[in-house]
């Protein structure tokens, strides 16, 4: 019999990791909420006419297809099939496909619903997205994104806020990053005066690889896309540039003075710069012209945040995709959004041991089982410790005293509470800190006051 197993690049995740997970979710879910943004939830699958197209030739490769359901070969000829053309073969058997992120169908969702809507609309989602990707460290086929997006306002306010969120989030979990940002628009500059600007499109989605492949690399890239020698020569010190980013920003000036799109590009970034100085943020903002966030959609400032103490690719990113609902027939409508990738600051969190001490246990206090006569006097210790927010449970078995210890070792119970029936007779519990080995005989109004100062 072969054994059980589970697709590569997906996960499963014990009780243990569920809580740690469950501890990132409710965090970014708290600083949502203090930014004003409301949840909503999209279906796992959408009309692949709604997704191709929308990420590029890279994304659309990355797309997982859903088999039509019932015969959909009947409708199919020898030719279809033998032909070797597998675009339009998948075409004839997938009509559907998992959702590669959840901008696309936040888009397709506001046109869909822009009569339910007051604007500027402030959404935000978690849920799982797909990607027909090659697993790797950091990097999976199945994970979740946790996306906050607003619409139909040009502010760059929005920049700002969005910014704020992404330093309180991490702030908050303890993890020193580096939050990176450019503009699309200053890439298209670069673009048009290196007398590329047809090609913008292959130029950031090379250099976007600057950090993963190498300057030799991305060059050849370039070149292989027909970029000439002269216009990679003027690119490179571009994109090399350094000094803070305000020494970054008045060299590009003169280097894009030429450049209409490339100056406005420079104009919005010393906008949210100016006002994040205000906020004194606590992570790093850095200016990073190789940033381009490969995406065709983005229009306008991008973001990525590094963890700095931490080898691992980017763990949140987004961007202003100005354009992005028009392809569903809804033009003029601006958007910018982030996603926070869960599943790597997982990672990140385990690898730095950032969670904070009650993030993985489930009961905060087991009552032992001594038999019918005890239980009935404990049930109603429990409902009374439960109404009051104590997360509290009894072994289901008057098993030996050693296996009960065990069961609460291995689920990380930091208290046990004894009610033999001495402890019955006095109206007492006997309260043991799993940690510490004391033993305290205490009322059930104690036993409270003692758990919930632990936490």
């Given amino acids: 019999m072969q054994k059980p197993s589970i697709p590569k690049g997906t996960r499963d995740f014990s009780p243990e990791e569920m809580a740690k997970r469950n501890y990132i979710f409710n965090t970014i879910t708290d600083v949502y909420h203090l930014f004003g943004f409301h949840q909503i939830e999209t279906p796992a699958m959408e009309n692949l006419s709604t997704l191709m197209g929308k990420y590029g030739e890279e994304g659309d490769k990355l797309l997982f297809k859903i088999l039509n359901s019932g015969d959909f070969l009947s409708s199919m000829d020898a030719d279809d099939i033998t032909e070797g053309n597998s675009v339009k073969t998948a075409n004839k058997i997938s009509e559907k496909g998992l959702r590669y992120d959840l901008t696309v169908p936040f888009a397709r969702y506001v046109v869909m619903h822009r009569n339910e809507i007051s604007f500027p609309f402030k959404r935000y989602q978690i849920q799982p997205v797909w990607r027909a990707d090659r697993p790797q460290k950091g990097r999976y086929r199945e994970f979740f994104q946790c996306d906050a997006d607003i619409v139909g306002s040009n502010s760059l306010l929005n920049e700002v806020e969005l910014i704020q969120i992404m330093d309180e989030v991490f702030s908050r979990f303890g993890v020193r990053v580096s939050i990176k940002l450019n503009n699309r628009k200053i890439l298209s500059g670069i673009a048009e005066i290196i007398g590329e600007a047809e090609k913008v499109t292959d130029i950031t989605v090379a250099i976007d690889k600057l950090d993963k492949i190498g300057l030799e690399n991305v060059n050849k890239e370039l070149a292989e896309k027909g970029i000439s020698e002269e216009a990679i020569r003027r690119l490179e010190p571009v994109i090399m540039l350094k000094g803070n980013n305000i020494e970054k920003l ?20 010393k906008y949210v710069l100016q006002k994040t100085s205000i906020l004194k943020t ?63 600051i997982f990672d990140v969190l385990n690898q730095l041991d950032r969670y904070p001490e009650n993030a993985s246990h489930g009961s905060d206090v087991l009552f032992v089982n001594f038999g019918e006569t005890e239980t009935d006097h404990i049930l109603p210790i429990l409902m009374e410790l439960r109404k009051d927010g104590v997360h509290a449970e009894i072994y289901p078995e008057s098993a030996k005293l050693k296996k009960q210890m065990s069961y609460a070792d291995t689920n990380k119970i930091p208290f046990v509470a004894i009610i033999g029936e001495n402890e019955i007779a006095e109206r007492k519990v006997t309260l043991k800190n799993m940690k510490t080995g004391e033993q305290l005989l205490v009322s059930v109004e104690e036993l409270k006051e003692k758990i919930i100062a632990k936490y």
């Fill in 282 to 344: 606590r992570n790093e903002l850095e200016l990073d012209l190789t940033l381009a966030r490969g995406l065709n959609y983005y229009t306008g400032c991008i973001f990525e945040v590094k963890a700095l103490d931490v080898e691992i690719g980017s763990i949140t990113g987004g961007g202003r995709y100005d354009n992005l609902t028009g392809i569903f027939g809804m033009p003029d409508v601006s958007g910018v959004g982030i996603s926070f990738g869960a599943d790597r």
């Fill in 250 to 269: 008045e060299t590009l000036k003169e280097v894009l003075s030429e450049s209409e799109t490339g100056l406005k590009g420079i104009e919005e970034l």
